[in-house]
């Protein structure tokens, strides 16, 4: 059987890498997007009987419909990545940052992401091996020098990690980690990054379908773990 994987955000950069790499080793794929036009689109590009579906992290009603949707189509969920996010603040400082834009980062890359686990965990609980991969980024590291960099972004990817690791408590029976593309050549890395959409993706793709049972609630990077 299929394994049955849902990406967030997959119409592009990372997501739509991890979904072609997913794809070629098996995996019925699910490509989210706020545009579900795109979606289809994309996943036609992915080929391999991949889908689209409409989903904005942000929105319950449509978290809510892609639940349905899927449960309808599948019966299950065996994979979740959540890899949608958004970087409004890359050099703003810290003291200049306007409270709102700190917290629309967060109502998409936490709470957006808090919303999805929750909202599949019942599609989750029906597969024999269901695992959740959270895209997060080094910049949410705490155990390095203090930086001054997208503060907005970085305090977001922080909280990331600690829902990683509050997840693995609340589903015991779902494997879920976080990890680190690395910096990558997509429209929020831009053209200046030295990694391809591609490789930032094997890591995603091996936590998603290979990684062993027992590496959970890790912070992982290029195949091996890093501190939080
Ligand atoms: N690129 C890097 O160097 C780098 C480094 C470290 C970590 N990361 C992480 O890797 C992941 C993918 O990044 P990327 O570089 O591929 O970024 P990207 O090309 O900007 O793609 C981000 C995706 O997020 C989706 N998204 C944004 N807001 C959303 C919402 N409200 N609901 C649903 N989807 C939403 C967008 O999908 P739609 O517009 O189709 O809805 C888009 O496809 C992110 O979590 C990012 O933080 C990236």
């Known amino acids: 059987m299929k394994p049955v994987i849902l990406i967030t955000g997959a119409t592009r950069g990372i997501g739509f890498a991890a979904a072609k790499q997913l794809g070629a080793r098996g995996a019925q794929i699910i490509i989210a997007s706020r545009d579900g036009a795109r979606a289809a689109e994309a996943a036609a590009r992915v080929g391999d009987g991949a889908c689209g579906v409409a989903l904005d992290i942000t929105d319950q009603a449509s978290v809510d419909a892609a639940v349905k949707q899927i ?74 020098e203090p930086q001054s960099w997208a503060p907005a972004y970085c305090i977001s990817k922080t909280a990331l990690n600690m829902l990683t690791q509050q997840l693995t408590a609340a589903l015991p029976d779902v494997i879920v980690n976080s990890m680190c593309p690395g910096w990558c050549r997509t429209d929020m890395g831009g053209s200046d990054a030295p990694r391809t959409p591609d490789e930032g993706a094997e890591t995603l793709t091996w936590l998603a379908l290979g990684a062993p049972h027992d590496l959970r609630s890790k912070f992982v990077k290029d195949l091996g773990v890093i501190p939080w």
Do not use: C
């Open 71 to 144: 449960e309808e189509q599948f019966g299950r969920l065996d994979v979740l990545v959540n890899n949608s996010a958004i970087l409004l603040d890359h050099y703003q400082s810290l003291l200049e940052l306007q409270p709102e834009v700190l917290l629309e980062t967060l109502n998409t890359n936490v709470v957006g992401t808090l919303r999805v686990s929750q909202a599949f965990a019942l599609l989750l609980a029906k597969s024999k091996a269901p695992r959740i991969v959270n895209v997060s980024s080094g910049a949410g590291q705490i155990d390095g």
